[in-house]
């Protein structure tokens, strides 16, 4: 089975830094993914790691430690838009993704 | 490129019947579809995998007579809703995985499903 484990809600002002932390427990593994998400909205992609350690993408960067089940996304100089719900996904061999159940990160001016 | 396109955006139906959402890949060809349900305040939940040409493989709990999934394209697949009830009220996407050696899966733009 897949475990996922993300924090519920996360609350940050703006132009500051928010990490949000995902572990997870699964059976086969192909990487893990972030998806931004808006009420209503279908995901967006933000990062796919796959081997272990940083990559960075702008403001967003995503960190991987397959040993220890552990993934980071890191949101830098915070935006409004920024609020939405981030998804931590890990695909499995049959290519599904399995998804937490979000973090809701709540950007103040 | 990699867009994915969902119809009806939103629809409301009455107890009973059935509502058909068409989940189509608009530039490239997918082979293998995803259907997912999302409540409210949910993370996203896979309900079946969609191949073409041959018959859905459904997740555990998810009844297959209940949710028709037809992938008779390389371009279109469908989930239809039967007898739907108000504990059907619920978001669906449907995502197509990527061509090539890739894990990614492109997402279509969700369909609320409402019940009455």
């Known amino acids: 089975g897949q475990n996922i484990d993300q924090p519920t809600e996360m609350t940050a002002t703006e132009g500051a830094i928010v990490q949000i932390n995902c572990t997870y427990q699964?059976?086969?593994?192909?990487?893990l993914f972030w998806y931004q998400q808006h009420a209503g909205e279908a995901p967006t992609f933000l990062s796919y790691?796959?081997?272990?350690g940083l990559e960075e993408k702008g403001r967003f960067s995503s960190f991987l430690s397959r040993s220890k089940g552990y993934s980071y996304l890191l949101l830098k100089e915070l935006q409004m838009k920024d609020s939405a719900s981030y998804l931590c996904?890990?695909?499995?061999?049959?290519?599904?993704?399995?998804f937490g159940a979000g973090t809701t990160v709540t950007v103040r001016a | 490129g990699a867009v994915v396109s969902q119809h009806p955006s939103w629809v409301i139906c009455k107890s009973g019947t059935s509502v058909k959402i068409e989940c189509r890949s608009l530039?490239?060809?997918?082979?293998?579809m995803f259907w997912y349900r999302q409540f409210p305040k949910q993370s996203l939940m896979l309900m079946a995998t969609?191949?073409?040409?041959?018959?859905?493989?459904?997740e555990q709990g998810v009844e297959k007579d209940k949710f028709l999934i037809n992938h008779a394209s390389l371009t279109l697949s469908t989930l239809t809703v039967t007898s739907a009830h108000p504990e059907d009220s619920s978001f669906y996407i449907c995502?197509?995985?990527?061509?090539?050696?890739?894990?990614?899966?492109?997402f279509g733009p969700g369909t609320s499903l409402t019940v009455t």
């Open positions: 995502s197509a995985l990527g061509t090539g050696f890739s894990y990614e899966q492109y």
């Open positions: 699964t059976s086969g593994f192909n990487g």
């Open positions: 790691n796959v081997l272990d």
């Open positions: 996904a890990v695909v499995d061999n049959d290519y599904k993704l399995s």
């Open positions: 530039d490239f060809q997918a082979t293998t």
């Open positions: 969609s191949n073409e040409g041959s018959k859905a493989t459904y």
